[in-house]
């Protein structure tokens, strides 16, 4: 089978093509998958630029969609033909996070999917959207997760509350449609009028340029008349400012990425005076995947991928084009 590997030190130009041996069938409680399509994300990104170190030769890509080819024996939450998607944390079945969770997340601890087969446990996966393509399916695992579980189960948002996103990568602009799913006000931010434009188009109600107002903490204060309920935090250290002065009293912000840096002094007066509530979110269970695949066909709400395409031979230029910022929402890469 073709696969691509990413060898030391890691860089993009690490990444190359392998022949591999075909997985062969799977044993008792795994299926054997053949996959049409895996998608970028930011954490896909620091793996193969060196920021998370791994094996050479890993297998890069956390995400993964395909056709189930085998079942082995003892497996009953798959048939032949079933179209799958694979679980970020594949050990995380259910409950409270703890340390074991983190543990064999594809691409990263264990091979991923830039891979046309895999044999695993069928826990490995859950049922994709009915009716979806394989390179839709494939954007859900990481990003579409980490943002139901901020807006829905941790953000518990409701009608009339107020949500603020940051920027429009593939977790914002989920977080974006599921918040308007919930009945939410959404302030969307971005570095481009254009992209903002785009997220006005997928129902933000306000808009601000983050380059063009650096206090856009204040600015989004102002918006929501009072303060939003809560912010899908993913700049991180460079950003936890201004989403501390955009957050009402009560407020909550659901601390996601690091796209801005790890480490920053804070307001933590005005952190403890507002009565913030800061959650610091990785992804989510099996559980709340299955939750989130019902209530993707509930809604009708479909990913938004960026135009340009790639596939698995083009994958070193599919991190290019991220590295660039020129992407509008996710990444796909079609895997022949
Ligand atoms: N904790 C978790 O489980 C989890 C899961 C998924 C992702 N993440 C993290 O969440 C972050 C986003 O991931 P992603 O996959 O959605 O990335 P992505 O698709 O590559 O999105 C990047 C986008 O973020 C926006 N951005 C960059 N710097 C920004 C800033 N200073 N302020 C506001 N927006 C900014 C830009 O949007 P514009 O071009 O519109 O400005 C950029 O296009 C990353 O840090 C990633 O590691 C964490």
Not at 47 to 72: F, K, N, Q
Not at 122 to 137: D, I, L, M, N, Y
Request: glycine content about 12%; hydrophobic content about 45%.
């Amino acid at each position: 089978m073709k696969a691509i590997r990413l060898h030391h030190p890691q860089s993009i130009d690490a990444l190359r093509a392998a022949e591999l041996p075909d997985p062969g069938e799977p044993g008792p409680g795994e299926v054997r998958v053949r996959l049409h399509a895996t998608s970028l994300n930011y954490h896909d990104y620091v793996v193969v630029t060196g920021g998370i170190p791994t094996l050479d030769g890993r297998i890069p890509m956390s995400d993964g969609a395909g056709v189930v080819e085998a079942v082995g024996a003892g497996v009953s939450a798959f048939n032949v033909g079933d179209s799958v998607i694979s679980v970020f944390f594949p050990d995380w079945r259910d409950g409270r996070p703890g340390e074991m969770v983190q543990g064999h997340v594809p691409g990263d601890h264990a091979d991923g999917f830039a891979r046309q087969l895999v044999v695993a446990p069928a826990h490995h996966f859950t049922r994709a959207p009915k009716g979806w393509s394989h390179v839709e399916v494939a954007t859900l695992p990481c990003a579409a997760l980490t943002a139901w579980r901020a807006v829905v189960v941790e953000g518990q948002v409701k009608p009339g509350d107020i949500v603020l996103v940051q920027g429009s990568g593939g977790v914002s602009i989920f977080a974006l449609q599921f918040a308007k799913a919930m009945g939410a006000t959404v302030i969307a931010t971005s570095s481009s009028g254009e992209k903002l434009e785009r997220l006005k188009a997928l129902g933000a109600d306000h808009l601000i340029n983050y380059r063009d107002t650096p206090n856009w903490g204040m600015a989004a204060m102002a918006a929501s008349g009072g303060g939003v309920d809560l912010v899908v935090e993913v700049g991180g250290a460079g950003t936890m400012g201004q989403s501390i002065a955009a957050a009402r009293f009560g407020g909550h912000i659901a601390l996601i990425g690091v796209l801005a840096g790890h480490v920053a002094p804070l307001p933590t007066t005005i952190l403890m005076m507002k009565q913030l509530r800061v959650t610091g979110i990785t992804v989510g269970t099996h559980r709340q995947q299955r939750e989130m695949i019902r209530a993707l066909e509930a809604t009708g709400i479909r990913p938004v991928i960026d135009a340009t395409r790639f596939t698995l031979e083009t994958l070193p230029d599919a991190f290019r084009h991220q590295a660039s910022g020129a992407h509008f929402g996710k990444i796909a890469v079609e895997i022949g």
